[in-house]
């Protein structure tokens, strides 16, 4: 049993706990009390999130200022004071514990299981982007520092590389390489934002589709969940992070490269779920939804790279080589991505005009 749950207003006393192994850096449990009621409880991970306040300011801001619009409400998961009335439960031992009502009917998604399903999940980011358009991006504050600043990722892996603090760098020579080669153009979206050419709004930034909880019947999305990489950011990566976990033809550790490809239909329901749902993305933003994706899957498969090179410190592993196989299959994404490019553009280009 995870106590901590005690720490925050409950239905009940806690009766059972199970943890969901579901995302990679946070742990998360299940927990129901004896008068049936059900509520998530996560630890949040404080080598990721040093800064735990920082999120939960956030997601308070953004809170206060959706309960303020009219509308389609882009529905997201409201987290639960303490019983002291703070946000979170510091447990003075380095942990930082949160909690929210589970959602009646919800379902989680680890792929989509139709085309329907994917579609949803488009809306659902596209519609928080969108109801957070005019939110002064510039109030919320950096929850991880330049969390999707691709060539600082880069300099990470290059200082993972010399540190090689796990001795498997022989192992990771051609993915390295793979990787270096192309830093020009996976650096160009932090260029254009740099320049001024993107506008920075409220992204998500984690956009996988289980991030997303579905109502079980209906298959409708409720919300977005996991609120730790609310920040200022480029809408790009917020269509990019879904396209390269959801419009994967594999899992994103699928160790058979000869599965793993970019699905070009999967891509355009997602690029229609999302043009729709966000009119207010401007022409630039649109053409580079393309960049966005293959910027994402690069700096996704380095992340995966550099802490394999570290030995494993920030995402969770089932075995040893776990982090080595999840970047290989963004690198093998990317592959397919280059050969695939034109269609790509030409499919946004197709559901822009439509
Ligand atoms: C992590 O926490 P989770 O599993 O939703 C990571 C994302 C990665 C993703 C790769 C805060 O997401 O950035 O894209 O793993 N989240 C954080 O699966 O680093
Ligand atoms: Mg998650």
């Known amino acids: 049993m995870r106590h901590e749950i005690e720490r925050f207003p409950i239905d009940g006393k806690p009766a059972a ?24 409880l996560q630890d949040v991970n404080t080598y990721a999130f040093p800064r735990t306040y920082v999120i939960m300011d956030n997601v308070a801001a953004i809170s206060r200022f959706l309960a303020a619009q009219s509308g389609e409400k882009p529905a997201m998961i409201s987290y639960i004071d303490t019983l002291d009335g703070k946000r979170y439960y510091d ?76 001795g498997r760098l022989g192992d990771v020579r051609r993915e390295l390489e793979f990787v270096l080669e192309r830093e020009e153009t996976a650096s160009r979206l932090q260029r254009m ?71 070009l239909h999967l891509f355009r329901v997602f690029t229609r779920g999302f043009l729709e749902a966000c009119p207010s993305l401007t022409d630039e933003e649109i053409a580079c939804l393309p960049l966005g994706a293959y910027t994402m899957t690069i700096e996704c498969g380095s992340r995966f790279l550099a802490d394999y090179l570290k030995g494993d410190r920030y995402f969770s592993i089932d075995y040893p080589e776990h982090n080595l196989d999840r970047a290989r299959t963004q690198f093998k994404l990317i592959a397919d991505m280059e050969k695939k490019w034109d269609e790509m553009r030409r499919i946004v280009e197709e559901e822009r005009k439509r």
């Open 193 to 263: 934002r740099d320049a001024g050419a993107l506008p920075v709004r409220v992204t998500h930034n984690d956009t996988k589709i289980n991030n997303v909880l579905f109502d079980a019947d209906t298959r409708r999305a409720i919300c977005v969940i996991d609120l730790d990489t609310v920040m200022p950011g480029l809408s790009v990566y917020d269509f990019g992070d879904a396209i390269r976990f959801g419009a994967s033809t594999a899992a994103e550790d699928e160790k058979d490269l000869g599965k793993v490809g970019l699905d």
């Open 17 to 40: 706990c199970e943890e969901i192994r579901r995302g990679h850096v946070n742990a998360t449990y299940l927990i129901t009390t004896d008068t049936g009621a059900r509520y998530i």
């Open 91 to 166: 447990d003075g031992r380095g942990g930082a514990w949160r909690a929210y009502r589970y959602v009646d009917n919800s379902i989680c998604l680890d792929r989509a299981e139709s085309d329907g399903d994917f579609y949803e999940c488009a809306r659902a980011f596209g519609m928080f982007q969108n109801a957070l358009c005019d939110f002064p991006a510039e109030e919320l504050g950096e929850t991880i520092e330049n969390f999707h600043n691709t060539p600082e990722r880069y300099r990470q892996l290059r200082e993972a590389a010399a540190e090689n603090a796990a």
